[in-house]
């Protein structure tokens, strides 16, 4: 035998089969593919031929599975059924590692089912649960939800778990279930949830990693007293909740959409970065209710879709964000608060250590005010020391952006570049006010600023 065919090769170039790659990379493989064309590779080769059925990861979407359109999807239901028994009955009394379930909840047929498929998952050692259950169209208080069946698990499968996905599912823990104490990442949509079994299942998953709860309702407080020393990264979107309240000590990321409701995350002491989105509320009890909930908080980001600004400056407020760097604030200004502009330096006041903002701007009734307030009102204000870096966006020339930049070049020492930009980031704006133009907006800019600029400092007008 030749060097070059104990190597592999044919004639001088190397030879590697689909059988020849590693296991993992095969069963990788086989899990992107829809069972029929699984069974399909048994004719590869010999080690192929086994490999669907020992295959540790089973995916069955009902869309790629019935080849249908997914309006269409409730004529198949009796047919993915039949194909997701035929291919778990051929691996029962095997590991599998990932199940996962992906079809529209239109059909009462599919409960009976989904129980033997959950009970196929607990006996089966499964540690990835996926059943992603939500319909094309629902409402969001349609009760017809999979009641998921807390039933069929048994100490072994809780602890098992390690990744679960629900969607459209109904949960009503039992009292007694002690949490999911391996759970890593658990992601909840259009889940119903009572208060108390939702909080004291995430209360016992001592080692989450990761939680998203996705247009939840539990129309009542989530206060979590458990310490989720694990827990990393948060979101919360759009969830019927009253307040949001969790001890993750070493939580880096806070994501959360929806009404503007308390929250508490004070013993989040590492939190690295929050993205608030807020419906409606006034801009400076939004302020108040994060200094208060969100005291560490090294990189912000605040919108408020309706926003509403009040006539005070907030200087009896003695709380600060002691460790914000970087801080964007978009802002909609609507008619009645144009005058307002400039009591939004409270959130500045609030941030001492700040090295970058951005503000951007959006609304038209901003074009060329001439109304409100000028920086003088402030009093004596304390300096900006680490502020380095300002970006201004939507900048439309009223008296209180203006009063707003001159405010913070004045008070800014270290200062590096300011950028002023007419054009606004947060959605498209192709009017000005009676004819004057953008090109008047940043000569505005210009004269205003660039007496006041220190020399070393980068000013950018657009």
Known sequence: MTTDQVLGYEDGRLSIRLEDLPPDILYTIVSKLPPKEVARTSVLSSKWRCMWSTCPRLTFDA?????????????????????????LQKHRGKVVETLEVRIDLVDSLLVHHLNNWVDFAVSSRTRTLTLDLKPRWFQWDQVDRYLFPFQLLDSGSISRLEHMQLSFVDLKPPSQIPGFPNLRKLYLQLVHASNNGLVHVLSH?????????????????LMVAGPLSH??????????????????????????????????????????????????????????????????????????????????????????????KNLQLFMLIRAQDVENVLYSVSFMRATPFIENLEVHFSGHPLWF?????????????????????????????????????????????????????????????????????????KQIAMTSLSTVLQQNVKFIVI
Request: proline share 2%; hydrophobic share 40%; net charge neutral.
């Open 231 to 324: 827990l990393l990264y948060l979101r919360i979107d759009r969830c019927k909740i009253t307040k949001i309240e969790f001890h993750a000590v070493n939580l880096a990321t806070f994501d959360y959409e929806g009404s503007f409701i308390p929250i508490g995350l004070n013993h989040s002491l590492k939190l690295q970065s929050a993205n608030i989105q807020l419906d409606e509320a006034v801009f400076h009890h939004a302020l108040v209710s994060l200094l208060g909930g969100l005291p560490h908080v090294q990189n912000l980001t605040l919108r408020i879709g309706r926003q509403q600004m009040e006539k005070q400056w907030l200087w009896g407020n003695h709380l600060n964000f002691s460790c914000l």
């Open 63 to 87: 869309v790629t599975m019935c080849k249908c359109n997914r309006a269409d999807l409730h004529e198949h239901t009796e047919r993915f059924i039949h194909e997701v028994n035929a291919v």
């Open 205 to 221: 998953c001592c080692n989450l990693e990761w939680l998203c709860l996705d247009r939840c309702s539990l129309s009542d407080e």
């Open 369 to 441: 005010a001439d109304v409100g307030p000028r920086r003088q009102d402030l009093g004596k204000c304390k300096k900006y020391n680490y502020l380095k870096n300002v970006c201004i966006t939507g900048f439309k020339a009223a008296r209180g952006q203006v009063e707003l930049l001159l405010h913070i070049v004045e008070n800014t020492p270290a200062l590096e570049v300011l950028t002023v930009n007419t054009t606004q980031l947060a959605c498209q704006d192709i009017l000005t006010c009676g004819g004057r133009s953008f090109e008047e907006a």
